[in-house]
């Protein structure tokens, strides 16, 4: 019985050492899709961990490539390892949802965009909890060519096993997103580029503006509420409904952004901006 059990576990190491490259594939291909600042190692530690499970609970007489079979597994396990890195909590984007309406009807009211003091007096809190709270949601925003918006580790990652259709929604709502950066207006467009694609200080930004730090955050801010309902305009009316324009000049300037971002471009411009496979083509 104990040799039995000592071949049993021989097969188990022999099948782990040979499917290691398994786990740095998956990684790599996880890693294309995630923010920069998530740990390789990290991810590596818990796909060999699956890896190990996998060649325990596998069974050979069900007819599945244990590739196929681990694979599965050590997906799972590296998602699970980005939910946890996803620490943004509910409470936290509660408050930067009450953040937003609040800075979006004094927009309408104001007839520009409101000073963090404002917002502050709206909600009835200080200015430092409006930027620590601006900070944790920004900590767990997601700006990227893969895709970006205030996002979880699932709305991060897609499945390998996406279908042709899924991927091409997806594909589809990356050039919107590309589309849109295109067309905020100039100073909006800076601190995106400048703040989310080349990831340069705040206060280099600060400094090409002519502006201060608190200002940047403020029209970075402004930007994020722009992009989000200029895209829902498009691609998810339903939600866009739920946050009509007020009336006004401010209105006005929105709806002709958002008509920019439909001329921007074509569907089969929009797919050009990626791959197949969902990665971003060099322009």
Same mark, same amino acid.
């Given at each position: 019985?104990?040799?039995?059990?000592?071949?049993?576990?021989?097969?188990?190491?022999?099948?782990?050492?040979?499917?290691?490259?398994?786990?740095?594939?998956?990684?790599?291909?996880?890693?294309?899709?995630?923010?920069?600042?998530?740990?390789?190692?990290?991810?590596?530690?818990?796909?060999?961990?699956?890896?190990?499970?996998?060649?325990?609970?596998?069974? $050979? +007489? *069900? =007819?599945?490539?244990?590739?196929?079979?681990?694979?599965? *597994?050590?997906?799972? $396990?590296?998602?699970? +390892?980005?939910?946890?890195?996803?620490?943004?909590? &509910?409470?936290?984007?509660?408050?930067? %949802? &009450?953040?937003?309406?609040?800075?979006?009807?004094?927009?309408?009211?104001? /007839?520009?965009?409101?000073?963090?003091?404002?917002?502050?007096? !709206?909600? /009835?809190?200080?200015? +430092?909890?409006?930027?620590?709270? +601006?900070?944790?949601?920004? &900590?767990?925003?997601?700006?990227?060519?893969?895709?970006?918006?205030?996002?979880?580790?699932?709305?991060?990652?897609?499945?390998? /096993?996406?279908?042709?259709?899924?991927?091409?929604?997806? !594909?589809? *709502?990356?050039?919107?997103?590309?589309?849109?950066?295109?067309?905020?207006?100039?100073?909006? *467009?800076?601190?995106?580029?400048?703040?989310?694609?080349?990831?340069?200080?705040?206060?280099?930004?600060?400094?090409?503006?002519?502006?201060?730090?608190? !200002?940047?955050?403020?029209? %970075?801010?402004?930007?994020?509420?722009?992009?989000?309902? =200029?895209?829902?305009?498009?691609?998810?009316?339903?939600?866009?409904?739920?946050?009509?324009?007020?009336?006004?000049?401010?209105?006005?300037?929105?709806?002709?952004?958002?008509? &920019?971002?439909?001329?921007?471009?074509?569907? %089969?411009?929009?797919?050009?901006?990626?791959?197949?496979?969902?990665?971003?083509?060099?322009?």
């Amino acid at each position: 019985m104990t040799g039995e059990t000592s071949a049993t576990e021989r097969r188990g190491e022999d099948i782990v050492r040979a499917n290691m490259p398994l786990v740095g594939h998956l990684v790599r291909e996880m890693l294309a899709r995630v923010p920069a600042h998530v740990n390789r190692d990290d991810l590596l530690s818990a796909g060999y961990a699956a890896l190990v499970a996998a060649a325990r609970g596998f069974d $050979a +007489e *069900r =007819g599945v490539p244990f590739p196929r079979f681990a694979a599965t *597994r050590i997906r799972g $396990a590296l998602l699970d +390892e980005l939910r946890g890195l996803d620490w943004a909590s &509910r409470s936290v984007r509660q408050r930067a %949802r &009450r953040t937003d309406s609040a800075r979006e009807e004094l927009m309408a009211e104001l /007839g520009r965009t409101p000073t963090v003091q404002e917002v502050a007096e !709206r909600l /009835g809190c200080t200015v +430092e909890d409006i930027e620590a709270a +601006e900070d944790d949601v920004h &900590r767990a925003t997601v700006f990227s060519l893969q895709g970006f918006a205030t996002a979880t580790a699932d709305d991060v990652v897609t499945e390998p /096993g996406a279908g042709p259709e899924e991927m091409l929604l997806r !594909r589809e *709502r990356l050039g919107y997103l590309r589309n849109a950066v295109d067309v905020l207006p100039e100073r909006l *467009r800076a601190v995106v580029q400048g703040y989310f694609f080349e990831e340069r200080p705040m206060a280099d930004i600060a400094a090409d503006l002519g502006v201060s730090e608190s !200002r940047v955050s403020q029209l %970075r801010a402004e930007a994020l509420v722009l992009l989000r309902d =200029g895209l829902n305009t498009h691609l998810e009316p339903s939600l866009a409904a739920q946050n009509p324009p007020k009336e006004g000049c401010v209105a006005r300037r929105r709806a002709a952004y958002y008509d &920019r971002i439909a001329s921007r471009g074509t569907l %089969r411009s929009r797919l050009a901006m990626t791959s197949p496979e969902g990665l971003p083509v060099a322009a």
